[in-house]
């Protein structure tokens, strides 16, 4: 039989692990770490696994979500050794918004189609949890309906001790401003051997735990995250998606799990700590589909990240167990000025095409996974919402127009410009 034969050589363990992951039993980390590392047939056959799991899972829709990054300030003294984002507040290419600038591009995003906001920002010294408030206070006013998803808990670490409240009372005001869920972000490797050499002034484990499950405690829901294709190694990778599973298991609160690769083109991890230069192509694939047989049934949402992996190895990943594309940003600074080059904005057309190119249904999403539009009929397809859409155009002109789309930054143009 021939498809007996396109899987003879894979291994006996990766075989029997698969096995038990489509039988529905829980994979331990010891499993995840031994797919972690498949090559050749064994990869295939991962990957195969994780699509059948992920249809098993969703069935053949993929979701995505029509949402506005938003940093407030590249301002951070944090000092992250992954991060080109960051500026100290000396530096000549240094923005603060005002309240003003914040409330416009949240107009700009609506008009553009945007259920969703996404706010986060550098540890700015000179601010307090005051300013979180008053953003969210700000935007909800004008655009009651917008959700905001917002405030890493690097963010909520920073905030929460000096609003003097506990941190469930600390959530439920920040809550009753208008925040609608928490990028599980600022995970990066939940090991502290690990983060105290990436970002040894970033919060801990342990208490990256202590808010997330807070959160969760109150009814905030909060994605997950991973960053990975540094200097982990794959027990790392595996026992933090166990960490992970064992927080939903106890809360229920994470909407998905995004496996984010390692930007390393302009960072300190990557130039002066030997780390390696992200994640490959078999590595990110991996991932998707161990994330998916990992994780499953307690997390069902496995997003990829199209802005780190660019839009081929995206529909990659749709075939190796994702059922999310995420969103199209309409501006995206945090892994373009580490050096990504996959652009800053996918418009839903693009993201239709993409997830149809892979003979699947585009359907949008609300931030929680409910149901916007379904595309089952691509002649039904809604007009653009965008100023000028990518599609009018080609070739340099259409990578430019995806680059500066996002609104008037005219700095940040001559920057991307100069890329
Ligand atoms: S990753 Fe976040 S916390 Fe770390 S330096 Fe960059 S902006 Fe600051």
């Not at 416009?104 to 010294?125: S, W």
């Not at 670490?157 to 941190?167: E, I, N, W």
């Not at 892979?358 to 609300?366: A, D, F, K, N």
């Amino acid at each position: 039989m021939i498809l007996e034969r396109l899987f003879s050589d894979v291994s006996p363990e990766v075989a029997r692990i698969l096995e038990a992951a489509l039988a529905g039993h829980e994979l331990s980390t010891a499993d995840a770490a031994v797919l972690l590392r498949a090559e050749g047939a064994d990869l295939f056959a991962l990957m195969r696994a994780g699509d059948l799991a992920r249809r098993e899972d969703n069935g053949d829709d993929v979701s995505f979500v029509i949402t506005r990054n938003i940093n407030f300030t590249n301002v951070c003294y944090v000092g992250c050794s992954f991060c080109g984002f960051s500026r100290h507040k000396e530096d000549a290419d240094v923005y603060d918004h005002d309240m003003e600038a914040l409330v416009a591009k949240a107009r700009n995003a609506v008009e553009r189609g945007a259920t969703e906001i996404c706010i986060q920002g550098g540890i700015h010294p000179n601010k307090d949890h005051s300013h979180y408030h008053e953003i969210l206070v700000a935007i909800k006013q004008e655009f009651p309906n917008l959700h905001i998803h917002a405030y890493s808990p690097e963010e909520i670490d920073f905030g929460h001790p000096k609003s003097g409240m506990s941190l469930p009372d600390y959530f439920r005001w920040l809550m009753d401003a208008g925040l609608g869920s928490m990028p599980g972000t600022a995970a990066e490797i939940l090991d502290d051997e690990i983060r105290k050499l990436i970002s040894p002034k970033k919060l801990r484990t342990a208490r990256w735990v202590e808010i997330v499950e807070a959160a969760h405690g109150v009814g905030l829901p909060s994605t997950s995250t991973l960053m990975y294709g540094h200097i982990e190694s794959h027990e790392h990778v595996a026992n933090h998606l166990g960490l992970i599973r064992e927080i939903q298991q106890r809360t229920g609160g994470f909407t998905e799990f995004v496996p984010l690769g390692f930007i390393h083109e302009r960072n300190i991890l990557f130039n002066h700590m030997n780390a390696r230069s992200g994640a490959s192509m078999p590595e990110d694939l991996r991932l998707i589909a161990v994330s998916r047989l990992f994780l499953r049934p307690f997390i069902t949402n496995i997003q990829m990240s199209w802005v780190k992996m660019g839009p081929k190895l995206a529909q990659m990943a749709l075939m190796s167990g994702a059922n999310d594309m995420g969103g199209t940003l309409m501006e995206e600074s945090i892994s373009r000025e580490s050096g990504s080059q996959h652009g800053e904005n996918l418009p839903a057309e693009e993201m239709r095409r993409l997830i149809r190119e892979v003979g699947r249904i585009p359907v949008q999403r609300s931030t929680t996974y409910g149901t916007v539009a379904r595309f089952d009929d691509p002649e039904k397809d809604p007009p653009s919402l965008e100023p000028t859409t990518p599609r009018d155009l080609a070739g340099p002109e259409r990578w430019r127009l995806q680059h500066q789309q996002s609104d008037g930054d005219e700095k940040k143009k001559l920057r991307v410009a100069s890329c």
